[in-house]
């Protein structure tokens, strides 16, 4: 079956560590996958896009990683700090604009 | 501001009634979507439009729910004889969707939909 997941367990970093979260997805063959970031009775705000093509992309203090072959995007977050709390949302592209979301990894930075 | 907005922001209604969500996508965005959340899960795709069609309505559960979007751009989510499983936040997101492959999406703050 057609699955997208994400470490269900919350992550707990200290602050200034580095935060890497997974997604991992299977029987799709996406053209670019999106990481967002989902706080408490709000709606998911986009991150980063990343396409097949591009092993890595960066954003300030994000960068997500793309590996088509381990059906794979690692998300850090270096210098991580307290605001940097939220639930991560991974959404894998399954045909021209459709995505289909994992359900999410908490993180919590500690000061 | 220019957001994504949905209406209403709650709603509560008694089993076997009819209810309608409405979204108001960003100006110009012509890809617009419907997706459900419960507690704990990631957003659940029900369907989503380019322009005025459904492009891709395969999430939809089952033939209560429909979705309109008449002139290509406020959408509305009709559910018909809800039942208690229904409830949820429903959630509305919009991205650009050109040629150009605009795939980003603005999400609204959703409905929360309860119903007894």
């Known amino acids: 079956s057609q699955k997208i997941e994400q470490n269900s367990e919350a992550l707990n970093i200290q602050e200034g560590k580095t935060a890497t979260l997974t997604c991992n997805y299977t029987?799709?063959?996406?053209?670019?996958l999106q990481w967002y970031r989902q706080d408490p009775g709000r709606g998911p705000v986009f991150l980063l896009l990343?396409?097949?093509?591009?092993k890595e992309k960066r954003k300030e203090r994000l960068k997500v990683t793309f590996d088509t072959t381990l059906k794979q995007s690692l998300f850090h977050i270096t210098a991580s700090q307290p605001a940097d709390s939220a639930t991560y949302l991974c959404?894998?592209?399954?045909?021209?604009?459709?995505?289909?979301f994992g359900a999410g990894t908490r993180l919590f930075v500690k000061a | 501001g220019a957001g994504v907005s949905q209406t209403p922001s709650n709603k509560v209604t008694e089993k076997g009634k009819y209810v309608e969500l409405r979204c108001d996508p960003i100006?110009?965005?012509?890809?617009l979507y419907w997706y459900r959340q419960s507690l704990g899960q990631g957003p659940e795709f029900l369907i989503y439009?380019?322009?005025?069609?459904?492009?891709?309505d395969s999430g939809l559960p089952n033939d209560r729910f429909f979705a309109v979007r008449p002139e290509g751009s406020v959408s509305t989510l009709k559910i018909q004889r809800t039942e208690r499983g229904d409830s949820a936040v429903y959630l509305c997101?919009?991205?650009?969707?050109?040629?150009?492959?605009?795939?980003?999406?603005?999400f609204g703050p959703g409905t929360r939909l309860t119903v007894t």
């Open positions: 959404a894998v592209e399954t045909g021209g604009f459709k995505t289909i």
């Open positions: 990343i396409r097949e093509n591009e």
């Open positions: 997101a919009s991205s650009q969707g050109g040629l150009e492959g605009e795939y980003e999406q603005y």
């Open positions: 100006s110009g965005h012509t890809a």
């Open positions: 029987n799709y063959s996406p053209a670019y």
């Open positions: 439009f380019q322009g005025t069609g459904a492009a891709d």
